[in-house]
Each structure stands twice: as structure tokens, then as C-alpha cells.
């Protein structure tokens, strides 16, 4: 997660809408600098860059809710763009990356009924200390080895840059069942990288 800049504003919206905001995005530079000069913001927009998702503005600081919502009205009331095709403005996020181990691989006598990522998304949200965790991707069921009946589960959340929602969750313990089961922290699969550009 190191490296990474929040110091952008990714606004997605329709191609359409994308094209005529890159036609004059000199003049909406400056023309949200000034909306944020006029309520004393102290992030300015450096410049404007077109991706497939949309616009990404990148700033000089890493922009407040107050400075969003200012980007967002102006982008929203922008000549020729159409507002119901722009989403809300929003600062990259980034991935943290945990495991779930002490839980059994078949959770029910039957031995046709293994764990499954289904079953893992049901337990992370019926469960209190996950509150406000956002999943980034299907949570990955795996046996812990091939004679073990355990299983460790592989969870990638989104979080802050310097991975306070992750590091409030590692070492936790809760239950499945009558079982105890506790989070880890895991390494990022660097197979899987992160994208500069789309975030995703």
C-alpha cells in the first residue's frame, strides 16, 4: 500500500460525459480552484486526467468531504455534461489484505457441505466487530492443508492508506458456531497488483 497517492479525486462517469469534460478541462481547473479558493479550502487542482472510469482529479492535497462536495456540485452543473451519468467523487482506496484461521472446513457433520465464500460474506456481516469493513473482493475459502479439517479464509477489505480498519481487526477474536475463530494479517499477493490509474 506504500507509494500510493490520495492526493486525487476519482469521479466516475459515461465516456460521453468523459469526452466533453477533457474538451475544457483547462477551464474547469480553473474554475474549481476558484469555488475552492472562495470557502478558503487549501487543496487546489493540479490537473485533469481521462481514465476508463471516468475523470481523475489529482490535487495539491488530499481533499476533505467539504472539498468533494464542492467538486462534486461543480462537475454536476457543468456545461453539457449530464448529471445523471457522473457518480459521487471519491478518494482512491486501498486494499488490506487479512486472514481468518481456527475455523472447520466442513462446519456441519455432513462432509458434502464445506465452507463456502458465501457462507464466510453471512458470518463477516452478521458479526459486530466487521462494522463499517467493506469487502473488496469474494472472500477465498481454502483447507489449511490435506489432511487438516480446518480452513483458512483469505479476506481483502477496503481501508485507509495506512490500514487503520485492518489493523483494528488483526489479532481479534470472534465466534462461528461454538467455535473461536481469530483474524491475521496477510501479505498482499503481488500476482494480483493494485492499479494506479483505475484503483482497482
Given at each position: ?42 487543496v ?49 482506496q ?16 455432513n ?23 467493506t ?19 483469505w ?20 465466534n ?25
Open positions: 500500500m506504500k507509494g500510493l497517492s490520495r492526493k486525487q479525486v476519482i469521479i466516475p462517469m459515461g465516456n460521453d460525459n468523459n469526452v466533453k469534460f477533457m474538451k475544457n478541462s483547462l477551464i474547469y481547473i480553473t474554475n474549481i480552484n476558484r469555488n475552492l479558493r472562495n470557502v478558503k479550502s487549501e487546489l487542482v493540479d490537473f485533469i486526467r481521462s481514465d476508463s472510469l471516468g475523470i481523475t482529479i489529482v490535487t495539491n492535497k488530499v481533499s476533505l468531504l467539504s472539498d468533494l462536495l464542492i467538486i462534486k456540485k461543480y462537475v454536476k452543473n457543468s456545461e453539457n455534461i449530464d448529471s445523471s451519468q457522473v457518480d459521487s467523487p471519491c478518494l482512491p486501498f486494499k488490506s489484505y487479512l486472514k481468518i484461521i481456527d475455523i472447520l472446513y466442513f462446519p456441519h457433520r462432509m458434502q457441505d464445506r465452507l463456502s465464500s458465501s457462507n464466510i460474506e453471512y458470518i463477516i456481516k452478521q458479526n459486530q466487530i466487521f462494522n463499517n469493513i469487502l473488496a473482493s469474494k472472500p477465498r475459502v481454502i483447507k489449511a492443508s490435506s489432511k487438516s479439517d480446518m480452513a483458512i479464509i479476506v481483502d477489505i477496503w481501508d485507509t492508506q495506512s490500514g487503520t480498519k485492518a489493523k483494528g481487526l488483526v489479532n481479534r477474536y470472534f462461528v458456531g461454538k467455535y473461536i475463530t481469530t483474524i491475521r494479517g496477510a501479505n498482499v499477493n503481488y500476482g494480483v497488483p493494485q492499479c494506479k490509474n483505475c484503483w482497482k
